[in-house]
């Protein structure tokens, strides 16, 4: 069943990814490495971030937080299409997700010793849309009414 399950995301993933305009494609695939993870929980911050090879930008310093949506792609990528608000140049999601916030826990580190505490929250997200595809996360957000 599982690896079912596993099979079943890769193609969707692999039509996704192929549906989508060349200029785009990089950095859809670098948001969706580093922001979504159906499955994420709380301990496994360091296990994901390792795997990914997720770090600061253009260097190999551990990167502050980093945040995975526990969504699959099609619904993260709606925000850009339907599911969404403008919000100064980003995209407001118009219903909250799941995340799981990874906070570095030893600050000034740099890979392969970094060290993270997650937290699970529930939050609208803003993200950066380009041709219909979220490519950059800018943050989630706690709406009050």
Known sequence: MEMMLK???LLLFVSTVLCQPADVAPRYRKFI?????????????????TKRGIAKTNSNDCKETNTFIRANTGTVRSIC???????????????????VVCKL????????????????????????????FPVHFEGDIMLVD
Request: charged share 25%.
């Open 7 to 9: 099979l079943g995301f």
């Open 81 to 99: 299409e339907n599911a969404g608000v403008q919000d100064g140049g980003f995209t407001r999601s118009l219903q909250p997700f799941d995340l």
């Open 105 to 132: 826990r030893n600050q000034g580190a740099r890979l392969p010793r970094c060290d993270y505490r997650g937290r699970l929250t529930t939050r609208y997200i803003k993200i950066k849309c380009e041709q219909r």
């Open 33 to 49: 490495e580093q922001h979504i993870n159906t499955g994420m929980n709380i301990n496994r911050c360091n296990v994901e971030i």
